[in-house]
């Protein structure tokens, strides 16, 4: 059953590779602590909302010591367009000052170390460990992940942590980075919330899902 399963998921992550290897990293940044503010932000926000804030925000705040003396009111102003301005300007800066205070400056490169940052759980560690240092520790597991997942019936759990750990199981490990980042494509492109799109989707003929209404 097992083994069945991984040969589902390895047909999966092939075709979804064939479709979205080209695709672009979808947030904007130029060093690895501008990732994690971008996506610490992109919580509930959408990418081209992200990369639109953090226009003027990496303008105005360069280096992790910047974020970390910043004045919260001011930083908040930068980044209300991002959603829950208040909690990710409290959670970025209270990083920033951690960083600053307990790793010299330099952001951690491990998810034990990450995820005691503010407002870092396992998903944000995920994409920074993956993104930034080429690590795969997990698997990132965001809302596309948690609806796609369920639709491949690749887990029964809504639970992102439970999630992960069923994906875990059956995607080979140098895989994982690239799994998520596809399914994101995937759920942003053609697998909407809202619309899923069968017809036009590359896994319609393996997906218990979709191949009953192509
Ligand atoms: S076939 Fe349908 S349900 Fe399955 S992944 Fe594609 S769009 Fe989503």
Redesign the pocket.
């Known amino acids: 059953m097992v083994k069945n399963k991984k040969e589902y998921v390895l047909r999966i992550v092939k075709i979804l590779e064939r479709n979205f290897e080209q695709t672009k990293y979808p947030i904007n940044f130029s060093n690895n602590f501008e990732l994690l503010v971008a996506v610490i932000l992109s919580a509930q926000c959408r990418d081209e909302m992200v990369n639109s804030v953090t226009e003027n925000l990496f303008k105005r705040y360069k280096k992790i010591e910047d974020y970390a003396n910043a004045n919260i009111f001011e930083f908040e102003n930068y980044i209300r367009s991002a959603g829950f301005f208040r909690n990710k300007a409290k959670n970025i800066i209270r990083s920033a000052q951690l960083i600053m205070n307990s790793y010299n400056g330099v952001l951690p490169q491990t998810m034990e170390e990450l995820i005691k940052l503010p407002g870092v759980a396992r998903k944000t560690a995920n994409i920074v460990l993956s993104v930034a240092f080429n690590k795969s520790e997990g698997i990132a597991v965001d809302t596309h992940v948690i609806r796609?997942a369920n639709?491949?019936k690749l887990t029964k759990c809504k639970n992102p942590i439970k999630i992960e750990e069923d994906l875990i199981k059956v995607i080979p490990k140098k895989y994982w980075a690239n799994f998520s980042f596809y399914i994101q494509s995937?759920g942003k492109r053609?697998?909407k919330a809202r619309n899923?799109?069968?017809s036009v989707?590359?896994?319609?003929a393996i997906?218990?899902?979709?191949?009953h209404?192509?």
Do not use: D, K, M, Q
């Open positions: 796609i639709l491949l995937l053609i697998c899923l799109n069968h989707c590359p896994l319609n997906c218990p899902t979709g191949r209404h192509v």
